[in-house]
Each structure stands twice: as structure tokens, then as C-alpha cells.
């Protein structure tokens, strides 16, 4: 009972956002939208450094081959080496334009996260939006994500998990 209480007021306070944004805070298809370009961002500080300094490696590994033929596998293996070289070159580079093309839709992503943002105040307001120890916080100790609320809402899932913690919407 309380939980279908809880499932008419997240509609009707979507419902009331929306209205003054312009944006469905319920959408799951923008909020996962939302969340893998937050992912996409982080790609050159994780995967691309990675992948450059292999590039690096092999590189300095082909440069010492060809200096001295006798120490390298030959030159078979060395092209095969250089082909290898390149993709990770590529691999990093595509890691900055994948990342930087996240960023381009940052302000859009904005204003879906603020929608959200004022979908949550509205549904857990600030006794409920805590930590998981009692302190005042963000939420950010919930076990729950976004996506993970919006399906449930859409599916017609059980709420009782995010009655009373607002889901986590920032990743760590």
C-alpha cells in the first residue's frame, strides 16, 4: 500500500518536473544515456594512458630491433610489432575523440542531472537524504543506482529498497 503511495508520488513529482524543465526525470534511456558518457569521459585517464604507454614500448622496442637486427626477432616480426604499434596509437587516440565527443553532450547531460536532482529533493527529502551512518550527506552511501530505480519504477518492481535512501547518481 505504501509502496504504491510512494510509486504515485514519484510519478506526479516527475510529472511537476518535468513541467518546469522541459525534461522527463524518468526517463531511463537518458539516465543511462547520462552515465556512460560520465564513463566516456574517464577514457583517456584510464584506458588511453594505457594503451599510449604501450604504444611508447613498442615503439622503443621496434627502434631497438631496427638499430640491431641481430638482437630482434627479424623483420617479419618486428612489421608484425609495428601493426601492433599502430592499433595501440589508434586504440589511445580513439579513446580521446570517443571521450571528447561525451564531453560535447556534457551540457545537455546537465540538464537531465538537474532535473533528477530536483526530482530527488522532492521524493526523498533532507531527513531521508542521508548517509548509510546516520550523518547528513549526498546518498552517495546507497546501494542502489539511478538506472536501477527507473527500471524498477517503470517495471512495476517492488520499491521498498528506495523508499527511504536516494540512489547514488555520481560515480566514485
Known amino acids: 500500500m505504501?509502496?504504491?503511495?510512494?510509486?504515485?508520488?514519484v510519478v506526479e513529482a516527475a510529472e511537476r518536473v518535468a513541467g518546469r524543465t522541459g525534461i522527463d526525470p524518468l526517463?531511463?534511456?537518458r539516465s543511462m544515456a547520462v552515465?556512460?558518457?560520465?564513463?566516456?569521459?574517464?577514457?583517456?585517464g584510464s584506458i588511453g594512458i594505457g594503451l599510449a604507454a604501450m604504444a611508447v614500448a613498442v615503439t622503443i622496442a621496434c627502434v631497438g630491433f631496427l638499430v640491431d637486427p641481430r638482437t630482434g626477432p627479424g623483420y617479419g616480426l618486428v612489421g608484425v610489432f609495428a601493426i601492433l604499434d599502430a592499433l595501440l596509437a589508434c586504440g589511445a587516440a580513439a579513446c580521446v575523440v570517443v571521450a571528447?565527443?561525451?564531453r560535447t553532450?556534457?551540457?545537455?547531460?546537465?540538464?537531465?542531472?538537474?532535473?533528477?536532482?530536483?526530482?530527488?529533493?522532492?521524493i526523498w527529502p533532507s531527513p531521508r537524504y542521508q548517509s548509510w551512518d546516520g550523518?547528513?550527506?549526498?546518498?552517495s552511501g546507497s546501494p542502489y543506482s539511478r538506472?536501477?530505480?527507473?527500471?524498477?519504477?517503470?517495471?512495476?518492481d517492488s520499491l521498498e529498497n528506495f523508499l527511504?535512501?536516494?540512489?547514488?547518481t555520481r560515480m566514485p
Open 2 to 9: 505504501f509502496e504504491d503511495h510512494f510509486r504515485d508520488r
Open 27 to 29: 526517463d531511463v534511456r
Open 35 to 44: 552515465t556512460t558518457d560520465a564513463r566516456l569521459e574517464l577514457l583517456p
Open 100 to 102: 571528447r565527443s561525451a
Open 105 to 122: 553532450r556534457r551540457a545537455e547531460n546537465s540538464r537531465y542531472e538537474d532535473a533528477w536532482a530536483r526530482l530527488a529533493i522532492e
Open 135 to 139: 550523518t547528513l550527506g549526498s546518498a
Open 147 to 156: 538506472t536501477e530505480f527507473l527500471i524498477a519504477l517503470r517495471d512495476y
Open 164 to 168: 527511504t535512501r536516494a540512489p547514488f
